[in-house]
T-cell receptor, first 115, second 114 residues
């Protein structure tokens, strides 16, 4: 298993540009998450999905959108990039139900710089 | 929501010494506490976890303790080695919640000097 994969590894965007961060997992996990990590801070939840076709906002969703058409893929869309979106983005997944397996598996991250 | 505080933010130890990282949480409903290690340029990786029905768990040189009454939990690394150098994150969650999201501390940069 490749686990959780993310592309690209690094990207520089100009203010106002758009891009999609790709995330894929081959573990048949139902839950998927997008986090951002800023220097000296923990990971903040952007969006999450409990299964194909179901997504919801986390604590910092503004400026982002997601879709989950299949179990494997969970892309994160940035519209009108702003300097405040400069961060490292992590995708994670887990298999779970209420009270079930909690371990989240993280991808290697995408480093985004908005200038 | 849950608030997780982590201390210290940086920790330097000599190889062979022990390292302790402490976290507190605010939500008494939290009952699962994982610790993640993040090496430079990589995503966080689970190293150990503990559930609220136990007070301590060990895995070779790593141990985690939990005090539910005081709402704090700690990571203990003994006989530290240079390859233990990384950022360590504590987290908390309620296993009974549908979302199962993790609330992370801000991280501790551990440096082990040879």
């Amino acid at each position: 298993n490749a686990g959780v994969t993310q592309t690209p590894k690094f990207r520089i965007l100009k203010i106002g540009q758009s891009m999609t961060l790709q995330c894929a997992q081959d573990m048949n996990h139902n839950y998927m998450y997008w986090y951002r990590q800023d220097p000296g801070m923990g990971l903040k939840l952007i969006y999450y999905s409990v299964g194909a076709g179901i997504t919801d906002k986390g604590e910092v969703p503004n400026g982002y959108n997601v879709s989950r058409s299949t179990t494997e893929y969970f892309p994160l869309r940035l519209e009108l990039a702003a300097p405040s979106q400069t961060s490292v983005y992590f995708c994670a997944s887990r298999w779970g139900s209420r009270g079930g397996q909690e371990t989240q598996y993280f991808g290697p991250g995408t480093r985004l710089l908005v200038l | 929501g849950e608030n997780v505080e982590q201390h210290p933010s940086t920790l330097s130890v000599q190889e062979g010494d022990s390292a302790v990282i402490k976290c507190t949480y605010s939500d008494s409903a939290s009952n699962y506490f994982p610790w993640y290690k993040q090496e430079l340029g990589k995503g966080p990786q689970l190293i150990i976890d503990i559930r609220s029905n136990v007070g301590e768990k060990k895995d070779q040189r790593i141990a985690v303790t939990l005090n539910k009454t005081a709402k704090h939990f700690s990571l203990h690394i003994t006989e530290t080695q240079p390859e233990d150098s990384a950022v360590y994150f504590c987290a908390a969650t309620d296993r009974g919640s549908t979302l199962g999201r993790l609330y992370f501390g801000r991280g501790t940069q551990l440096t082990v000097w040879p």
